[in-house]
């Protein structure tokens, strides 16, 4: 067909292509493009670099099989979830996190974004983006082991405000006032708080950084709940919240998992029942043991979750505006470690939720702690 056109036109398509591959390999990332098939067509000089690769290695290969992902654990990534597949079956742009290995072998973490090539709606291949983060991680390890230090070291010294706060409550230091008692109570729920916020703190960097130690025996999950509602009754009688326990079915057995981080994530959906609830309000706690799993729900009749704001309510921050105008008090991180908790356990949290009326929050536990699911975005 080229040797048909006209001298002017080679000489013009001639001088696309080679605008073409002068913006290509111009891209300041990674950049790999391919045919409809998966095929590498395109590989910019970056993307070679990153890779360890030769241009003539990579084009007319299949993508997939010669450009090989993995997880953070080194395991090779499922054709099925990888970006490019994602990009080709959804026809939408892709973003991810993920390994790379490199023609030496080496493992390069890599910031993905792959997007479909439509010409009239219909696919031409794919292009994707990449870059090297390998410094954004340390730099995101090291915010880490800041955080993770800085609440450790908080600690001691927060210890010893609660235990001279107590002591002086308690008279051992010699009589107090009423007002003295008063302002007592303040500093000890003070210095309560910011033991939970520190707490939080840490689970969430060991979330992110992947350190998380779980620690998997019998869990009793009645004593567990009554433990956790034991220890928020304070909280609920102050606010005028009654809170029950519904057992329901069979009494589940046979759960093994790790009690701290589940009394951690049960505390956390209680508390917030109890504070997102006008007074009088009431907070149902319900237990069901299923054949694989245990199911908690809590449930409360408060001020529910707006629209705009159910898809976000696990992100990190996140406070919906009918809370935030009325409860000034809060970090939007409860939720998100939560999430984050029962992930490592191998369960799932989901709700169902209505402005006005109320909120019910759903844990799956599984009966035993699974791996979990490889979660790039998580891990990296
Ligand atoms: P925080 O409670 O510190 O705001 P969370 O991460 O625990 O943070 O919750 C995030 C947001 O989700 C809350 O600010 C609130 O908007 C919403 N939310 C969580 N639980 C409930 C609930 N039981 N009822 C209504 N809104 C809730």
Request: charged fraction near 25%; proline fraction near 4%; include cysteine.
């Amino acid at each position: 067909m080229n040797s048909r056109q006209s001298p002017t036109l080679k000489a013009a398509s001639a001088e696309t292509r080679a605008e073409t591959d002068a913006l290509f390999n111009s891209i300041g990332d990674g950049a790999i493009a391919t045919d409809e098939f998966g095929r590498i067509t395109r590989v910019n000089p970056v993307a070679l670099q990153i890779l360890g690769y030769k241009a003539s290695e990579l084009v007319g290969e299949w993508f997939p099989r010669k450009v090989i992902a993995m997880s953070e654990e080194g395991q090779p990534i499922n054709l099925i979830d990888r970006p490019i597949t994602k990009a080709f079956l959804t026809g939408k742009t892709v973003f991810q996190k993920m390994f790379y290995q490199r023609k030496n072998g080496q493992p390069v973490p890599v910031s993905i974004s792959v997007s479909p090539i439509l010409l009239k709606g219909r696919p031409l291949g794919a292009i994707e983006v990449f870059r090297d983060i390998t410094l954004e991680e340390e730099i995101d390890r090291m915010k880490s082991d800041f955080i993770s230090l800085a609440a450790h070291q908080l600690r001691t010294p927060l210890s010893s405000i609660k235990t001279y706060s107590h002591m002086l409550q308690d008279g051992y230091m010699g009589d107090i006032t009423a007002e003295q008692k008063r302002s007592l109570t303040t500093i000890i729920g003070a210095a309560d708080r910011m033991n939970e916020l520190m707490s939080m703190l840490l689970n969430i960097t060991r979330i992110e950084s992947g350190t998380i130690a779980l620690n998997s025996k019998q869990v009793d999950i009645y004593r567990l709940t009554e433990d956790v509602m034991r220890e928020v009754g304070l909280l609920a009688a102050e606010r005028g919240v009654h809170m029950q326990l519904e057992k329901q079915g069979k009494t589940p057995t046979g759960l093994r998992t790790d009690s701290l981080l589940l009394k951690e994530i049960i505390t956390n959906l209680v508390t917030n029942a109890i504070k997102y609830t006008p007074p009088k309000g009431e907070v149902i706690i319900s237990v069901r043991g299923r054949r694989n799993d245990v199911l908690v729900s809590v449930s409360d009749n408060g001020w529910g979750i707006p629209k705009y704001a159910q898809d976000q309510v696990f992100s990190k921050f996140f406070r919906a505006n009918n809370i935030t105008k009325r409860e000034t008090t809060g970090t939007g991180l409860g939720l998100y470690m939560v999430k984050g908790l029962l992930e490592e356990l191998g369960g799932k949290i989901w709700f169902i939720t209505e402005e006005g009326q109320g909120t019910t929050f759903f844990c799956s536990i599984p009966r035993k702690i699974t791996t979990s699911p490889v979660n790039i975005n998580k891990t990296m």
